[in-house]
């Protein structure tokens, strides 16, 4: 069993840079067991895929933050991390967390971001 809990993000300015942080709290397998990825819902839209890190530690980005964001993950801590640099409006979005291992998927409640001038 995983519970998540989503910290940080807020709002911002074009431009700028927001970091929103995951804890986990796991039992059974070692977190650094999972895979663990970050989500984002804006309304009207659906669930997408921003940033995932594998437990080999393997980065994938949706196209749109390459080279923007950055996603990375403290096993030791049970802390992951989505870094969120040159943030444009349409990176305004509920931010979600989540880890998987097999067919098994946890979800945080996800954290709000704003960036709006």
């Known amino acids: 069993q995983v519970r998540l809990v989503e910290s940080g993000g807020g709002l911002a300015q074009p431009g700028g840079s927001l970091r929103v942080s995951c804890k986990a709290s796991?039992?059974?397998?070692?977190?650094?067991?999972?895979?663990t990825a970050w989500y984002r819902q804006s309304p009207g839209k659906d669930r997408e895929m921003v940033a995932d890190?594998?437990?080999?530690?393997?980065?994938n980005y949706a196209d749109s933050v390459k080279g923007r964001f950055t996603i990375s993950r403290d096993n030791a801590g049970n802390m992951m991390y989505l870094q969120m640099n040159s943030l444009k409006p349409e990176d305004t979005a509920v931010y979600f967390c989540?880890?998987?291992?097999?067919?098994?998927?946890?979800w945080g409640p996800g954290s709000q971001v704003a960036v709006s001038s």
């Open positions: 890190i594998t437990s080999g530690g393997t980065t």
């Open positions: 989540n880890v998987y291992r097999g067919g098994a998927i946890f």
């Open positions: 796991v039992s059974g397998l070692d977190f650094s067991w999972y895979g």
